[in-house]
């Protein structure tokens, strides 16, 4: 079920917070920090609240407050500090934290805030490399120490999907200064994870090529019809789960048979492409290990 994780064990506190679960105990038994509850096996237990209270005193910490002057604060006051300091900073550190802050929260208002302050100095660009692909990257271990829920991770991955499309759309007003190249981007059936697929649209937009974005779950046989429109089509892909390993080849193949079109180039990048032989596969179609290799490709 994906019910919102309301109960933590120390080690979803440690990989939170990045505080170790040895130092927790400490802060909890010395400065009376957090309050666990105790499982009839005797293991101790957080509630949200307890979570979010830690996420605050770390971002505290590690912004040079010593853990017993963080003691004295109310803890009423604490979130007040936090913003305060959240407003006046933008390390990566400290932001990358209010986001996670924000993911535990679902406080989009904290989120915007962040990411305005950030903004003030950096492109959004810069941001999404230095932010939110390391903050995406966490998700993938919060996800298998089960210290998230979807939940979580739908709230905070739609907030910075937000920020992408505000970002393309500038880039939409422009004309294009490349012709050599059009391209289409899609996932395949039943492939719902386009966040890389958006900055990627983002990412060639920038670069002064024309981009048709299709996004989720498209039947290879709707992509037919772009090629009454346009000759030298490339079109891209991001196979994160789907099609897996078993029906890759498949996949490929029928792409070639359905896609029959001479200049049209397939280029496939994500999780999957590791199944892939490289070696076996026709000229038309290219595999990119990641957005980096793919933004040097154009």
């Known amino acids: 079920m994906n019910n919102v994780k309301r109960s933590f064990s120390i080690r979803d506190l440690e990989n939170l917070s990045g505080i170790k679960a040895h130092t927790i105990r400490i802060w909890e038994k010395r400065y009376a920090l957090l309050s666990p509850e105790r499982t009839s096996t005797n293991i101790r237990t957080y509630s949200l609240a307890s979570l979010q ?27 007040v500090v936090v913003r305060e300091i959240v407003a006046k900073n933008s390390t990566k550190n400290h932001a990358i934290n209010a986001f996670k802050l924000s993911m535990i929260n679902f406080d989009p208002s904290l989120f915007q805030n962040t990411y305005n302050n950030l903004l003030s100095e950096k492109s959004f660009r810069d941001i999404f490399w230095e932010y939110f692909i390391p903050l995406l990257s966490e998700l993938g271990l919060l996800w298998q120490t089960d210290t998230i829920s979807p939940a979580h991770e739908h709230f905070i991955t739609n907030l910075i999907k937000q920020k992408i499309y505000t970002s393309t759309e500038k880039l939409q007003l422009m004309e294009p200064t490349q012709h050599d190249k059009i391209f289409v981007l899609f996932l395949p059936e039943n492939e719902i994870h386009e966040i890389g697929l958006l900055f990627i649209n983002y990412e060639i937009l920038l670069r002064g090529y024309k981009t048709i974005y299709l996004g989720q ?10 090629q009454a429109y346009y000759n030298n089509i490339h079109y891209l892909s991001y196979f994160t789960v789907v099609p897996n390993k078993d029906r890759l080849g498949k996949y490929i193949d029928d792409f070639t048979k359905i896609i029959s079109q001479k200049n049209s180039n397939l280029w496939i990048l994500g999780r999957q492409i590791q199944h892939i032989n490289k070696e076996k596969l026709p000229p038309h179609i290219r595999t990119f290990e990641s957005v980096e290799q793919l933004s040097k490709a154009l």
């Open 217 to 226: 779950t498209m039947p290879l046989e709707s992509l037919v019809d772009l």
């Open 53 to 79: 209270k830690l996420l605050n005193i770390t971002l505290l910490y590690k912004n040079g407050y010593k853990i017993s002057k963080i003691a004295k604060i109310p803890e009423i006051d604490i979130p």
